[in-house]
């Protein structure tokens, strides 16, 4: 069982605001940053969003996410069918002292 | 241009043995720490590893006593060698380089190609 709860799907058509939620605990999002990973079937993993909210060189604006306590989300506004992909969440665990992921969250563009 | 390139995943019995190879470029390998990420078939992504800039390993549960973690500054090269493997293992498995430098943070921002690794009879 992930230590980070993610719903297994969303969806949303072109041009909505789709949001993903993350659900930790204290020890790891409560105490530490969350980081936000997309991965297309067939390849790598990309890292989407980093420190709770900054997103690295090439990752369009339109991508934005947030943390609160222990949750976190990522937003995906003006929705693309290129951004179907799978999405996760990650922070560092200070109990497990290691990377704990969300069991991800299959995003579906109708 | 940074790059990761790994190699060394393979069919294996249960109980046998595997040594991941993940060679790294275009950075200052010795100061960055890199972490092992596997997927198994239909599933999620589930952290494995993770070697600090000096040597020192962080393991999940899963897999404590069982594999190990480690690296050639000299080569810029980090190794999974894994011991007494289970069905379970079989995973595609990735290396990624840490975003910041001495202890791992999780913030992987780059990746290997991956490498697929089968444990079965």
């Known amino acids: 069982q992930p230590a980070l709860t993610q719903p297994p799907s969303a969806s949303g058509t072109p041009g909505q605001t789709v949001t993903i939620s993350c659900s930790g605990s204290t020890s790891n999002i409560g105490d530490n940053n969350v980081n936000w990973y997309q991965v297309v079937p067939g390849a790598a993993p990309k890292l989407l969003i980093y420190t709770n909210n900054h997103r690295p060189s090439g990752v369009p604006g339109r991508f934005s996410a947030s943390r609160s306590g222990t949750s976190a989300s990522l937003a995906i506004s003006g929705l693309q069918s290129e951004d179907e992909a799978d999405y996760y969440c990650a922070a560092w665990d200070d109990v497990v002292n290691g990377l704990v992921f969300g069991g991800g969250t299959r995003l579906t563009v109708l | 241009e940074v790059q990761l390139l790994q190699s060394g995943g393979d069919l294996v019995q249960p109980g046998g043995s595997l040594r991941l190879s993940c060679v790294a470029s275009?950075?200052?390998?010795?100061?960055?720490?890199v972490t092992w990420v596997r997927q198994a078939p239909g599933k999620g992504l589930e952290w494995v590893t993770s070697?600090?800039?000096?040597?020192?390993?962080y393991y999940a549960d899963s897999v404590k006593g069982r594999f190990t973690i480690s690296r050639d500054n000299a080569e810029n090269t980090v190794f999974l060698q894994m011991n007494s493997l289970r069905p379970e293992d079989s995973a595609t498995y990735y290396c990624?380089?840490?975003?910041?430098?001495?202890?791992?943070?999780?913030?992987?921002?780059?990746w290997g190609q991956g490498t697929l690794v089968t444990v079965s009879s």
């Open positions: 275009g950075f200052d390998f010795q100061n960055f720490p």
């Open positions: 990624a380089k840490d975003y910041v430098t001495v202890l791992p943070v999780g913030i992987l921002d780059y």
């Open positions: 070697i600090s800039a000096k040597g020192n390993g």
